[in-house]
DNA sequence: AGATCAATTCCCTATTTGGGTAATTATACT
DNA sequence: AGTATAATTACCCAAATAGGGAATTGATCT
């Protein structure tokens, strides 16, 4: 097995030398580098050419969320594992919309820390218990229902959609080949069926109900 | 630490007395029921106790995309995780929707399953590495833009948000206790920022921009 | 064969909407 | 102190919208 290559990112001074130690100590693993701040981060990276970066949040200048966004713009192919104390919704998604790979909390024991680095190396997407949990409730609102429960027809969801983009009912018209006045009458049937009384709701209505 | 109660379904019988020789012998575990298909599972669910089932999905008659649905809507506070070969998106994502709190391959080891049982007991997500790193992806998709890139105002936000209600820019008028007058030029101010022409298409825009 | 439903067209009428233009006030930022 | 920006109100006017009712055609289901 080839070694990983690590960078470090941690401003306290006492627990980078930890972790210097504890993935120096590691076979199959090396310190690629290791520094105090995001500052100068594109440029580090591309010294230190790590596999696998751990990233704090909470550092000065400039935090690990910018961090992480910084390189994978850049190097989309590092694996960029964050490892803080954080543990709110907030921080969490904004590291993982930034592309974070894995989310640790530094309350999780050394072990850990090694088998996630080796993990978010292969592929995988380390999480502590928590973290997991939250990313899947999350995740699960915003999968919900894929069905269609007004009984809006195939020829009602097309003006809907025409409708929410913009088009009056002259060009909704013109543009499925019906006269203006079939629309409205469609528009009708659309409002009684999602119990509404004009377009903008019946829009808003649909976007939410994902029928459009 | 108390026991663990763990139901299994799996319809492959060879499987399926392997996990409960595993879970029986393991300390901490005890095997609460085991099952070769859904058909009965609610009533299963409520002889057996379980504090976590272990579930497949490929069984005959009713799957366990089935099943975790029938599960959770009864007893949301068992845990259940699923324990499958298949590792595409479509069953994952349906099995997570279905409110599974896990996700393991069956190629994972004993050890690891095991694990993952234990970690899901105490409000983990365990995931298979590669599981994790697709629910991540999908997930980033889902939460790109939280900011307001269109510079709506307070006040223009909360005009849509009721033309989004259904609300007509006299209502909007009576009920922030302004003149209609005022909600047209609001209104018109947010077609220019959204770049539409009308209700419908700035509804539209708004929700999918996530404004309102 | 009759019923139901989607799709289609038409009429009438009142209200609403949207574009243009202009002006005042208050607040925030430089 | 001066400049944006947001919020506010107003007027004119053409076009769009929504609600009421009525009728025809074709497909599908019973």
Redesign the pocket.
Known sequence: MQTIRVSIYEDNTKLRDLLELLIGKTEGFAVAGSHPDCRSVVGEIETDRPDVVIMDIDMPERSGIEGVRLIKEKHAEIRVLMHTVFDDDDKLFQCLSNGADGYLLKKDSSAQLVQAIKEVFEGGAPMSPGIAHRVLNAFRETIPAPKNEY?I????QQVLELLSRGF???MIALEIL??P??V?????NI?QKLHV???PEAVAKAIRAKII
Chains 1, 2 share one sequence.
């Open positions: 009984r027809s195939e020829r009602e009056s009912y002259r019906i006269s006045e079939t409205k009458k469609h528009l009708k409002y009384q004009c377009g």
